[in-house]
């Protein structure tokens, strides 16, 4: 077996979402690849989406932003949790370093915690970055607001360095840190079921009312008047792990199957504009209802690639959090889908980039297919 270490950050799904295709292209190209997946993204998202060689580790490896909902970032309690975790820097890259040597590690690919580049470096092991952004633009952003930011930028930007290379996706904002830099294509779901048969196994009638597919968690829900939503809607409403709302949504546990499923089976999905739901609403031909998500600058990179590639409605956040969604879902559902498509073959690439690279560094034997 040849083992990877794959740290993934767990702000958000997106991270996550691409790095499960990736350890599934690299799965395919060989049986002999076994994963250690590091991350605080839930635990179950792994088995519902993964059928190969791995182990999930919860493990705290990234800070990215503290959000008490998605449509703001506490900065003073991003740079609090920051220090105290950079804190303790010399501790986590020791602990990996045990890590690595204890499960025989030869690489490491990282979406995209810095601290795990450290320390690969220092084990001396080769590693391999996924993104289209990192935390030090994420946080220059920050520095009008919070100077005290720039020397956690510089110490973030100095681990980025020690990756081997970035590979980096579509929306990307600028990552110069990094001292060698391949460009792919994007890395996005497909539903392997029809629509009709995904609606039929759900239960929803064929009445033909809209189906819309409401992908916000329950406590960014909970912010939103969502009774004034439904109330003489002329649309079906699913929402996903909520305790309520039952009489007029259909409410499904979040694992019940993989989400692209839901996205191709909904005809409006609203949600905010973060890489995961953007990719899969592009891949699956879905449109996509959005607000704003201030004080992150990855947003307007994901909105200019939604109005090239996909049908989008905005509704400003006083109206999103009013439940004013009527006309937004409205007008979605009758766009054409007439953009041009975008390539989806990024996690086939990222695989064969990494098959290559590995042959730099282990026996050929461990990578055949």
């Not at 470096?121 to 391999?128: L, T």
Request: charged share 25%; proline share 7%.
């Amino acid at each position: 077996m040849l083992h990877i270490a794959y740290y993934i950050s767990g702000h958000g799904y997106g991270h996550a979402v691409r790095s499960i295709e990736v350890i599934k292209a690299l799965a395919r190209k060989s049986p002999f690849y076994f994963f250690h997946i590091k991350t605080t993204a839930p635990e179950w998202f792994f088995p519902l989406n993964l059928d190969c060689n791995y182990t999930y580790y919860r493990h705290y490896n990234d800070v990215g932003t503290v959000q008490h909902h998605f449509h703001e970032v506490d900065k003073i309690a991003t740079l609090d949790a920051l220090r105290k975790f950079f804190d303790d820097r010399r501790s986590f890259i020791e602990r990996e370093i045990q890590f690595f040597n204890k499960y025989h590690i030869q690489l490491v690919i990282g979406d995209i915690p810095p601290l795990a580049f450290a320390a690969a470096y220092e084990a001396g092991i080769p590693a391999v970055a996924i993104g289209n952004f990192s935390w030090d633009w994420i946080y220059r952003s920050y520095l009008d607001e919070h100077p005290d930011f720039e020397p956690l930028i510089k110490e973030i930007q100095e681990y980025y360095r020690m990756a081997d290379v970035l590979l980096r996706l579509p929306m990307h904002g600028p990552m110069p840190a990094f001292r060698a830099v391949e460009d792919t294509a994007l890395i996005a779901r497909k539903a392997r079921r029809k629509a009709r048969d995904v609606r039929r196994m759900l239960r929803l009638p064929d009445d033909g009312r809209p189906v819309v597919l409401v992908a916000l968690r329950p406590a960014d829900l909970e912010r939103v008047q969502f009774e004034r939503v439904m109330k003489r809607s002329p649309f079906k409403f699913i929402v996903l792990g909520q305790k309520q709302y039952a009489e007029h949504a259909l409410n499904l546990p979040q694992d019940l199957m993989p989400f692209p499923e839901l996205v191709n089976a909904a005809d409006v999905v609203v949600s905010k504009p973060g890489y995961g739901i953007v990719s899969e609403c592009m891949a699956n031909r879905t449109p996509l209802v959005y607000t704003e998500r201030k004080d992150f600058p990855e947003y307007r990179i994901l909105v200019d690639a939604l109005q090239q590639h996909a049908v989008s409605q905005f509704i400003p956040p006083d109206a999103f959090f009013a439940g004013k969604w009527q006309g937004a879902i409205e007008a979605a559902v009758q766009n054409p889908w007439d953009k041009p498509e975008i390539p989806l073959n990024g996690a086939e690439q990222v695989g064969q980039f990494i098959q290559s690279f590995l042959s730099q560094f282990a026996p050929m034997s461990a990578m055949s297919s």
